[in-house]
Each structure stands twice: as structure tokens, then as C-alpha cells.
Antibody, heavy 126, light 110 residues
Framework: QVRLVQSGPEVKKPGASVKVSCKAF????????VSWVRQVPGQGLEWLGW????????EYSQKVQGRATMTTDTSTSTAYMELRSLRSDDTAVYFC???????????????????WGQGTLVTVSS | QPVLSQPPSVSGTPGQRVTISCSGS????????VSWYQQVPGAAPKLLID???QRPSGVPDRFSGSKSGTSASLAISGLRSEDEADYYC???????????FGGGTKLTVL
């Protein structure tokens, strides 16, 4: 069964860092990427970035570029996302998701996230 | 303000058909394929549609996706109480070099 299991909730002070893990089960980790998406309570979804399970290449959203670092450990099929210089508006549930991304015949992006991890609540509070 | 525009809410009665729209631009929906996600409160999102209109294994055929120009739609027919959830569209944006989500639509089954 393909599934992603994330680490537990975190409480951090402003200015600190947090590292969330996402362990993959039931598929070849190196054949897919992992995207990270967050959701502020009561609000919508926001894509943060992607990491290749094959070679560790990354893409980051403009909003977290420079503050986020995504890594993988292929020996344990685990992806990590570290976010630094935390602010109160970083308080959110952070999801990882298996990311399939390829290019169609017209060089258009075909992409989807399936499945998702259960989510990790990160609370930033003084 | 999300890059993709969705209606904040839609509603319907059991058995009805509802549609949820997702409006974008030439750099996202007009160029790349759309995926749709269902999120029940308190749970992680679930992929419903990818590649504009393809249903992953296990997704009922009551759910269908379509796209025209810079807009996409999710249709749910034979509405059921368990369809009550938030629905999000998503697509790659070539200008922003990343993935963008719609603001989400809350479906209420009356």
C-alpha cells in the first residue's frame, strides 16, 4: 500500500527552525518526487516546493525560497523539509505528497499529488 | 489572492449534479494540465482528477473533469452526503515556475 507517514507536531519560537520528515512506503522512492504543501488553519493549500527522489533536484516557491531546504535520504525512503527563521504566519499544517510530474506531447506539464501524508502541525508562538 | 479563482461555496441536494469552476490564465491552465483534490475536514487532501479529466483508480465515475481555454471544471453527479468537503484545483504555472492552487470551494450537501 502506497503511503506517506509524517513526523509529529512541533511547537517553535519565532526565529527558530523546524524539520519535518516524510517516510514513504509501498513504492520505489527514487521513481517519484515529493512535494510539500502547507495549509494555515481554516485557509487554502499553498505549494512550497518539490524534491526529486532520484537525484535530489529541488524547486521552491518564491515565498519560501532561501528559508526552506528540502532533502531526501534514499536509504530510508524519507524526505525532509526544513524551514528556518520561523514567523507566526508559518503556523500551519505541513503536508508531503508523492509528486508525479512529466511533460506531455505539447511539452505541457502534467502533474499531480497522490497520496498525501497525514500532515504535521507546526505552531510558531512565543 | 490565489492565482486560480474558484467560487467560495456551492451547494446541492442529494442526487443533484454540481459543478465547480477554476479560472486561470495562459501561463497556467491555458498551458498545463489541471488536477483536482477533495479535502474532508480534518483530513489530508485526496487526488480526484489529474491530467484535466483522468480519474485515478478508486475514484467514482460520478466525478469528472473538463477544461476549455484558461478555465477548468469539476462536475459531481449523483450528489451524496459524503461528498461534502472542500475542493481545490491545482496546476503548474510557467510564469511563477511552480504549482498554484485555487482558493478552494466548500461543497455543502443540503
Amino acid at each position: 500500500q502506497v503511503r506517506l507517514v509524517q513526523s509529529g507536531p512541533e511547537v517553535k519560537k519565532p526565529g527558530a527552525s523546524v524539520k519535518v520528515s516524510c517516510k514513504a512506503f509501498g513504492y520505489n522512492f527514487e521513481s517519484y518526487g515529493v512535494s510539500w504543501v502547507r495549509q494555515v488553519p481554516g485557509q487554502g493549500l499553498e505549494w512550497l516546493g518539490w524534491i526529486s527522489g532520484y537525484n535530489g533536484n529541488t524547486e521552491y516557491s518564491q515565498k519560501v525560497q532561501g528559508r526552506a531546504t528540502m532533502t531526501t535520504d534514499t536509504s530510508t525512503s524519507t524526505a525532509y523539509m526544513e524551514l528556518r527563521s520561523l514567523r507566526s504566519d508559518d503556523t500551519a499544517v505541513y503536508f508531503c505528497a508523492r509528486d508525479f510530474h512529466y511533460y506531455g506531447l505539447r511539452s505541457n506539464s502534467v502533474r499531480g499529488f497522490d497520496p498525501w501524508g497525514q500532515g504535521t502541525l507546526v505552531t510558531v508562538s512565543s | 489572492q490565489p492565482v486560480l479563482s474558484q467560487p467560495p461555496s456551492v451547494s446541492g441536494t442529494p442526487g443533484q449534479r454540481v459543478t465547480i469552476s477554476c479560472s486561470g490564465s495562459s501561463s497556467n491552465i491555458g498551458r498545463n494540465t489541471v488536477s483536482w483534490y477533495q479535502q474532508v475536514p480534518g483530513a489530508a487532501p485526496k487526488l480526484l482528477i489529474d491530467n484535466d479529466k483522468q480519474r485515478p483508480s478508486g475514484v467514482p465515475d460520478r466525478f469528472s473533469g473538463s477544461k476549455s481555454g484558461t478555465s477548468a471544471s469539476l462536475a459531481i453527479s449523483g450528489l451524496r452526503s459524503e461528498d461534502e468537503a472542500d475542493y481545490y484545483c491545482a496546476v503548474c504555472d510557467d510564469y511563477l515556475n511552480g504549482v498554484v492552487f485555487g482558493g478552494g470551494t466548500k461543497l455543502t450537501v443540503l
